[in-house]
């Protein structure tokens, strides 16, 4: 199947500071990838839906300034913690949709996951 | 409103005993639903969906729209079973986007 990698798969930075994590599409062009987060007991937010070349659309209560989102290519979406706080420790995964095998089944395909660690 | 619900945050059952993980939804149009599993320290993956109507490691899932309902069964529950399972529901908006509903999913042990 389609792979989707994730990086860094650990961070660990300081309140205040800013954290990219990068999600790649490695086998197939992404054209739309969704960044979502698993919070403690598994249930997984949807925040934004990323679509290549255009902005990303944000889930009701996800802040846009904060956490800042680019689709610059078929194969890559970024996502930009900025000003980190505490409470924004969580496990980030991303997931991508595109046109693997030439149709679009409706299935995603998830990253590995990035372990956000703000102290 | 369009949802999906997993009635169930943990579900224990001993090995070789059938398991039923229950997941309704609400959603107007057609419905197209999945089952996500991730297993522990592993990434989230499809299960199965059911247009494809398959049986994968020996899990089934068939869509009642009577009841709204897209349960995953299982006949006899192996430990490598353990996971979290989440039941999915694929939206499309008018402009043809389609972004996943998800359930909050359900905890499974399977004990030996």
């Known amino acids: 199947g389609a792979v989707v990698s994730q990086h860094p798969s650990r961070v660990i930075c300081k309140s205040g500071t800013s954290v990219k994590i990068e999600c790649r599409s490695l086998d197939f062009q992404a054209t739309t990838m969704f960044w979502y987060r698993q919070f403690p007991k598994k249930s997984l937010m949807l925040m934004a839906t990323?679509?290549?070349?255009?902005?990303?659309?944000?889930e009701q209560g996800v802040e846009k300034d904060k956490f800042l989102i680019n689709h610059a290519s078929l194969t890559l979406s970024t996502l930009t913690v900025t000003s980190a706080h505490p409470e924004d420790s969580s496990f980030y995964i991303c997931s991508a949709r595109g046109l693997a095998g030439g149709s679009n089944t409706g299935e995603l395909f998830f990253g590995e996951g990035s372990r956000l660690t703000v102290l | 409103a369009q949802r999906v619900t997993q009635p169930e945050k943990l579900l224990s059952v001993f090995k070789g005993a059938p398991v039923e993980l229950k997941c309704n939804y609400s959603?107007?149009?057609?419905?197209?639903l999945f089952w996500y599993v991730q297993y522990s320290r592993q990434r989230l993956q499809l299960l199965l969906r059911h247009i494809s109507r398959e049986s994968i490691k020996g899990f089934t899932a068939d869509l009642n729209k009577g009841e709204t309902s897209f349960h995953l069964k299982k006949p006899f529950a192996q430990e490598e079973d353990s996971a979290m399972y989440y039941c999915a529901l694929n939206r499309v908006n008018a402009g043809n986007n389609r972004k996943l509903i998800w359930g909050l999913g359900t905890s499974l042990a399977v004990n030996p």
């Open positions: 959603y107007s149009g057609s419905p197209e």
């Open positions: 990323s679509n290549e070349g255009s902005k990303a659309t944000y």
